[in-house]
């Protein structure tokens, strides 16, 4: 934990990006920045926290395109869901914001202005990857292909699957548009680039005196000592925030942190507090992206005279069932579709992802370890030490007893709130649930061995005191654990007549009053219901596999189920109208009539059908594909052909059909 004085004190997550849903390698980084806000918050400390969805980039562009939607409405659709996941939740910002407000467009230009004013901008001719088919520049990840430094495949902006590098534009082998697949060439523009280069010194001595955890500074220090490469900041795209003076917009990893600054402004009048002033900038993001928070940005910082960040939280990587964690392959935990929306209380998952290992170490999620943790260590231990001690004050005594509370039961609470605050300053949350979970375990062995079922009966003044004792523990319990389990420790608290609590209130003396029924704080978690949850990822696993019930025919191809042949909708058009694209010499626009609907399509065939000999011909089109705009030119269906030896055929009916007409 950063020293905290009476510095102003910011906490930030890295920005969730606004293109898809939260899965759970994400809550790495969510998760425990928010049980660290509480907890400074129960240290009576005053933290702005804030966050906001990063919704500019080529990704967007992209999704936008192939859902034939707006940048600006699939990012508001994200940013959206993103404020509704979190709620859900229980992490709770102080501010929320989205980097494509005034507010992140304004202090972004303000921002590159100071940059240029003093010398850290230079304008650099450079070859960027052009697809003459699509007649457009390729910018971050419209382009794919090989990494100049490793050979391995890489998108535009990072080698993901090799050395991890990020890439300017230009180093990438082998170019290919990731929007129509064709060969890319690369052309000269002039673009914008930050002086990374110039800044290596500071950032060694930066990274010196940088808080937070090891990870973050040893991997930035083995890139800074290596050579740093001045970054191209700046992209050919209609999104985003402009460069100023050009029609060129600034490169997302620009705007993006420059966001917890604006998100800042946005949150409080006296936003220059934190980043003008003496502070205390804590950011929490995840392995990925420690090149850009501890290298990048504060360079970027540095040289627009802004504060630095005091410390970098890194949280380490999610593996899921042991395996590497990956969209692709099934191995992912979707939070709404896998895990809130069958009903599974999110203060459950709180507890996993904050004790399951080490902040900085690999977590692997798996349905069973979950379920054995839930069921052993919070309903087996702290739920049955709450619940078994509220009831039976409940039913033998209707109330928390008078009198004092122990010595013994006193310091050891006290010992667990000290080991509790030492674990922050680590930024260990692991520990922090360790020291409250044998807080537990200790209180399960005092009701055990001073059988208060039987002092009851033979000596009642004395099982008030004793009982009293173990009220405490469950109060202390409550209070420590609240910052993890927020909405189930209330739900405790409120039991005990409490509103808000600090960490000291662990060691204030609970209060005679009159007990509720108690409620039992965790349910047990079915064998059933994680057989169901595991059925659902192996399913997942086995669709990415391309793996089903049946066996592969022995050519390789998958078999698919007739259901999904049936999601496919085949129609019987006519070609109406047929002509070139301009500047493409294998695509044709085609006017087709489906039925009393008319369809503009693109198709690849014009090496083979000369537009003319296409008018009045029946083909076979798929009209529930995603629209896609290729050169330019909105496609609203794909044209059905057999191809061989490189010559496309079109797929046609054996006899007359009328327009419109199904194929099953």
């Known amino acids: 934990m950063t020293s905290l004085s009476n510095k102003p004190l910011l906490i930030t997550c890295g920005l969730p990006y606004a293109n898809g849903p939260c899965h759970i390698g994400h809550l790495r980084t969510y998760i425990p920045a928010d049980i660290y806000v509480r907890c400074l918050k129960k240290l009576q400390q005053d ?99 090989a990494c100049f430094f490793c050979g391995m495949p890489a998108r535009g902006d990072e080698c993901d699957q090799g050395c991890g590098r990020h890439l300017e534009p230009g180093e990438i082998v082998d170019p290919t548009c990731k929007t129509c697949g064709a060969s890319a060439e690369y052309r000269e523009e002039q673009h914008y680039f930050f002086k990374l280069s110039a800044f290596k010194d500071f950032l060694l001595a930066y990274l010196e005196s940088l808080g937070g955890t090891a990870n973050a500074r040893n991997y930035a220090r083995e890139w800074v000592s290596n050579e740093l490469k001045d970054w191209c900041i700046t992209r050919n795209l209609g999104w985003g925030v402009t460069f100023p003076g050009t029609d060129l917009v600034v490169y997302v990893w620009v705007d993006a942190p420059i966001g917890y600054i604006s998100f800042t402004e946005e949150a409080t009048s006296a936003w220059e ?17 420690i090149y850009h928070h501890a290298i990048f940005w504060p360079a970027l910082l540095k040289g627009a005279s802004y504060t630095l960040p005091a410390a970098i939280v890194a949280s380490g990587m999610v593996k899921v069932d042991g395996k590497t964690f990956s969209k692709s392959r ?23 992802l904050a004790s399951y290992t080490s902040h900085t170490k690999e977590l692997n999620f798996s349905w069973q370890v979950f379920g054995e943790k839930v069921n052993r260590e919070l309903v087996g231990s702290l739920g049955n030490f709450i619940y078994r001690t509220l009831h039976f004050a409940y039913k033998n005594f209707g109330r928390v007893p008078e009198g004092p509370v122990d010595a013994e039961i006193m310091e050891r609470v006290a010992d667990t709130r000290e080991k509790i605050v030492s674990a922050l300053k680590e930024y260990e949350f692991k520990k922090v649930v360790d020291a409250a979970m044998s807080l537990s375990d200790f209180g399960n062995a005092y009701f055990q061995s001073k059988e208060l079922w039987n002092l009851v009966k033979s000596d009642r003044t004395a099982c008030a005191r004793e009982l009293k004792n173990c009220i405490q523990l469950v109060k202390a319990l409550s209070v420590l654990l609240e910052p993890v ?33 108690p409620a039992l704080p965790f ?77 503009q399509i693109v198709a690849g065939i014009a090496k083979d059908y000369a537009p003319e000999d296409l008018i009045g011909t029946d083909v076979v089109v798929l009209i529930n594909l995603q629209p896609v705009k290729l050169m330019g030119v909105e496609s609203r269906g794909m044209l059905l052909v057999a191809e061989n030896d490189g010559q496309s055929v079109l797929i046609r009916p054996a006899r007359k059909m009328p327009s419109g007409a199904r194929i099953r």
């Open 47 to 145: 933290p702005l926290f804030v966050c906001g969805s990063d919704t500019h980039g080529t990704p967007i562009v992209i999704n936008a395109e192939q859902q034939g939607t707006t940048p600006a409405k699939l990012a508001a659709y994200y940013h959206r869901y993103w404020e509704d996941t979190f709620k859900a939740l229980s992490v709770d910002f102080s501010h929320y914001g989205n980097t494509d407000a005034p507010t992140n467009h304004f202090r972004t230009q303000e921002i590159v202005k100071s940059l240029q004013a003093n010398g850290c901008i230079y304008p650099r001719v450079i070859r960027l990857a052009y697809c003459p088919e699509c007649d457009r520049s390729l910018p971050d990840r419209y382009v794919e292909g």
């Open 273 to 289: 507090g934190y980043w003008k002033s003496d502070s205390n900038i804590i950011h929490f993001i995840g392995t990925d992206i």
């Open 330 to 352: 099934g191995y992912v935990v979707w939070v709404d579709e896998d895990y809130l929306d069958h009903g599974f209380h999110p203060d459950l998952l709180r507890f996993y």
């Open 485 to 517: 389990m927020p909405s189930t420790m209330r739900g405790v608290q409120a039991q005990l007549g409490l509103t808000m609590t600090y960490f000291y209130d662990a060691t204030v003396e609970v209060e005679p009053l009159r007990l509720p029924k």
């Open 523 to 599: 349910a047990k978690i079915d064998e059933k219901k994680i057989g169901a949850m595991e059925a659902i990822l192996n399913e997942r696993i086995a669709r990415a596999d391309h793996k089903g019930p049946a066996k592969e025919p022995s050519t390789g191809e998958a078999i698919i189920k007739l259901d999904d042949f049936k999601k496919m909708d085949l129609r019987i058009a006519r070609i109406v109208e047929a002509e070139p694209v301009q500047k493409s010499d294998k695509l044709l626009r085609i006017t087709a009539q489906v039925g009393e609907e008319t369809r």
